[in-house]
T-cell receptor, first 113, second 128 residues
Framework: DIVMTQSPDSLAVSLGERATINCKST????????????LAWYQQKPGQPPKLLIYWASTRESGVPERFSGSGSGTDFTLTISSLQTEDVAIYYC?????????FGQGTKLEIK | QVQLQESGPGLVRPSETLSLTCTVS????????WSWVRQPAGKGLEWIGH????????????DYNPSLKSRVTMSVDTSKNQLSLKLSSVTAADTAVYYC?????????????????WGQGTMISVSS
């Protein structure tokens, strides 16, 4: 199985500041056939299902604010929130959908400092 | 818009079979992958498996998480626009919120994105 490891486990950032979450996979999730990284980012708030933010490592889902961006390739990926808002308090998960079983990172809890 | 709604018994006895349904409204289930994901209280997300709904061909390939493969069965009912998940021989470790999610596809064995739409989830407790 591909193991996804996120860092840090928790993060406290001041309002308006940048938040950065990292995700590393134990093997590449870049498909050379289509040059796509099969990496997604989700946001989950208490009592709610996960919400897709980013797919193909850097494509923002429709309706997701522009302050959310994804980057990286191969085995190392980053989710960046450029200017933290109160509604961004949540747990964030990365996920590889390259090879079944699809696996998630352990989650990063983002709070306001 | 497309909505997913999971339903289940709430409480299941140990060693019994858990049966869940995911009803899709506002769109067809055909030509998509449908995943099941579970989340124990306060913990992370675990992918259970997925099924491709090919429509009227009747061929709906599946992939299951090896950790659950011997106990999992997934199926689709295109006439009802429903998916089902069966998990046999349950134990307390299967207590979790169970979600279904839609994954866009470009055909069998081809994903066109990630888990774009999720149901609200259904809580399942395993206890005698």
């Amino acid at each position: 199985d591909i193991v996804m490891t996120q860092s840090p486990d928790s993060l406290a950032v001041s309002l308006g500041e940048r938040a950065t979450i990292n995700c590393k996979s134990t093997q590449t999730i870049l498909h050379t056939s289509n040059n796509k990284n099969y990496l997604a980012w989700y946001q989950q708030k208490p009592g709610q299902p996960p919400k897709l933010l980013i797919y193909w490592a850097s494509t923002r889902e429709s309706g997701v604010p522009e302050r959310f961006s994804g980057s990286g390739s191969g085995t190392d990926f980053t989710l960046t929130i450029s200017s933290l808002q109160t509604e961004d308090v949540a747990i964030y998960y990365c996920q590889q959908y390259s090879t079944p079983p699809y696996t998630f990172g352990q989650g990063t809890k983002l709070e306001i400092k | 818009q497309v909505q997913l709604q999971e339903s289940g018994p709430g409480l299941v006895r140990p060693s019994e079979t858990l049966s869940l349904t995911c009803t899709v409204s506002g769109g067809s289930i055909s030509s998509y992958y449908w995943s099941w994901v579970r989340q124990p209280a306060g913990k992370g997300l675990e992918w259970i498996g997925h099924i491709y709904s090919s429509g009227n061909t009747g061929y709906n390939p599946t992939d299951y998480n090896p950790s659950l493969k011997s106990r999992v069965t997934m199926s689709v009912d295109t006439s009802k626009n429903q998916l089902s998940l069966k998990l046999s021989s349950v134990t307390a470790a299967d207590t979790a919120v169970y979600y279904c999610a839609r994954v866009p596809s470009c055909g069998k064995y081809c994903l066109r994105g990630a888990f774009e739409i999720w149901g609200q989830g259904t809580m399942i407790s395993v206890s005698s």
